[in-house]
Structure formats: C-alpha cells, structure tokens
C-alpha cells in the first residue's frame, strides 16, 4: 500500500512540477517576443529535461542547440529552471560561426578561450588582479580606457568575405571620448585594412569603418548612441550587397557595397582596439559568423540574450 501511495505521490508530483515549468517556461516565450520554431522547440526541450539527470540533460541541451535554437534562448531558460548556467556545456556551435568569446569563468583568464572550435583565443596584454565582473550572460571583459586591450591571431578564418560581428558593450557614465571597441586589421598601419567599430566624439554616436582598398576607410556614421552605463548589443554585417549596422536588433544603417574587404594579412583582431582609442568598459559574448546573418536572425540573437 505504501509503495503505490508512494507511486502516486511522485507522479502527482511530477505532473505539477511539468505544469510549472511549462507556465515558466511560456511566460518567459512570451516576455521574449520568441518566434514560433524557436516556441516549439524550447517547450519540447523543457518537457525532456524535466526527466534527466545532470549528465543527461548536457546531452539534451546539445540536441536542441545542434537543432538551431540559439544558445542565448538555452542559456537563460536554463538558468530559469535550474538555477545555474550551462552555457559551458553547450558543445556544438554553428559551423558559420568563427569566434565566441563569452568570459563565462570566474576569475580573469589569459587567454581568454574561443569556444567556436576555430581557435581564435583572444590574447589580453593585461590581466587585472580582481574578480570578472557580471556580464550579461555571465561574466564579462573589462577595458580600463588607457592601456588594456586583446589581440587575436589572424588566420583565413577571421577574414571571411562576408561577414556578421556582434559583441554586447557596456561603457561607464563619464563622458564618452574618441575609441575603438573592436577591429580587423590596420591598427598599426594607418587604419587601411580590413573593419573596426567606434564610439566616435562627444555625441557617442556608433561608428563603423570598413576598408575596400581605397586609400582610406568607408565609415558609416549611424544614428544611435551607446548608452551610458547599460549594456547595447552590437552588430555590424557584410554581404556584398550591403554594410548594415544594428543597435539592439534594430537596424539603423545600411550602405550599398559590393567589392571585397582589404584585409591586411598577419594584423590581428583587436578588442578594445589601442594606439590612443582604448574602449572604456564591459564587453561581452563577442561572436563573428563568416556570412551575413539575416535582419530576423541578428533580432532574435539579441532578444535571446538580453536581460
């Protein structure tokens, strides 16, 4: 009598958890505007996960992210029904992604680790003797302003002849100056090769520049500011077709451009660039695909991520 009891108990018990994380896991569908593949496949994966261990669930999460719903997406419902982040335990990545640096460990680590599986670890010439702090999946990267900044190592990989970046930054309340948050090429030669983005003059105003073999850059001044002291996801894409630069999901420029990037062939890409424009702040999940991603995919990557 006691073991049936028992029997009952727990699948009683596990009916009402199923409903609670169903009810978690629509409100948090609908807090994030997320599209209807995306409804679909989150509500199946919390239905499964509800019945696996640890280790199981590892394999779960991987299923569904091999699947295409963004690691974003995976990485805050899972904090939401489990209380902790697995983002490390995200494995398979789009095979058109060539750089993700998401500085989820605790403290500092130099290099700080791609997680692409292309290798592109980023090299920081300074490692602060503090704890990292909070990012906006986890921990994030800091930039003092004056001296800090990252190098990685250039290779056909980070050269793609389309191409999308996206990184989130967070600069401070002070006033904001002339600085580069990240680039391709030319730090050291004149600023003539490959990309870079800026946070340009007194006005903040998000810049880009994007060189063509021209004897200076194509820069594209957008509309929008960073704001101070909050975080702004970042995206600047490539195409052949057009240059399109967006704040928060939302495009705000794009410029009609078909040659090929001049990219210079051993400079590396920098984050928090240097030489006299050092980013002031937090930056973090900087990502580079080596193809355009799509208006609704650049949306749904920022609406995944976001607090």
């Excluded at 991987?62 to 997406?73: E, L, T, V």
């Excluded at 398979?92 to 292309?118: A, H, Q, W």
């Excluded at 006005?203 to 509309?223: M, Y």
Aim: positive net charge; contains cysteine; proline residues 4%.
């Amino acid at each position: 009598m006691p073991t049936k009891f028992n029997q009952a108990r727990n699948f009683a018990l596990t009916c009402g958890k199923q409903v609670e994380i169903e009810n978690k896991v629509k409100n948090f569908i609908l807090q994030r505007r997320v599209n209807n593949l995306n409804t679909n496949y989150l509500m199946l994966y919390a239905k499964n996960i509800i019945k696996k261990n640890e280790a199981e669930s590892i394999i779960e999460l991987n299923k569904w992210a091999f699947r295409g719903i963004h690691r974003g997406y995976l990485t805050r419902l899972s904090e939401l029904l489990t209380t902790k982040s697995i983002e490390q335990s995200i494995k398979l990545r789009p095979k058109d992604m060539v750089l993700l640096l998401n500085f989820k460990e605790k403290e500092f680590i130099n290099p700080e680790i791609d997680l692409s599986g292309y290798g592109n670890d980023c090299l920081f010439n300074l490692t602060p003797m503090f704890e990292r702090p909070k990012g906006v999946l986890g921990g994030g990267a800091f930039f003092d302003g004056k001296t800090r900044y990252g190098e990685i190592s250039i290779n056909d990989s980070l050269k793609p002849a389309n191409f999308t970046f996206m990184c989130w930054v967070r600069p401070p309340w002070q006033a904001p100056k002339d600085e580069g948050i990240a680039g391709h090429g030319g730090v050291w030669a004149g600023f003539s090769y490959g990309w870079r983005i800026l946070r340009w003059g007194v006005s903040a105003k998000l810049t880009v520049q994007i060189n063509f073999g021209d004897p200076g850059p194509i820069t594209i001044e957008a509309e929008g500011v960073l704001g101070r002291d909050k975080w702004t996801h970042l995206a600047l894409s490539y195409d052949h077709e057009y240059i399109r630069v967006f704040i928060n999901g939302t495009k705000i420029k794009e410029v009609a451009e078909t040659r090929n990037i001049n990219y210079h062939p051993t400079e590396p890409m920098m984050l928090g660039i240097n030489k006299d424009w050092f980013f002031d702040g937090l930056m973090d999940e900087v990502v580079m695909y080596n193809r355009a991603l799509s208006e609704s995919e650049i949306l749904e990557i920022y609406r995944s991520e976001k607090f």
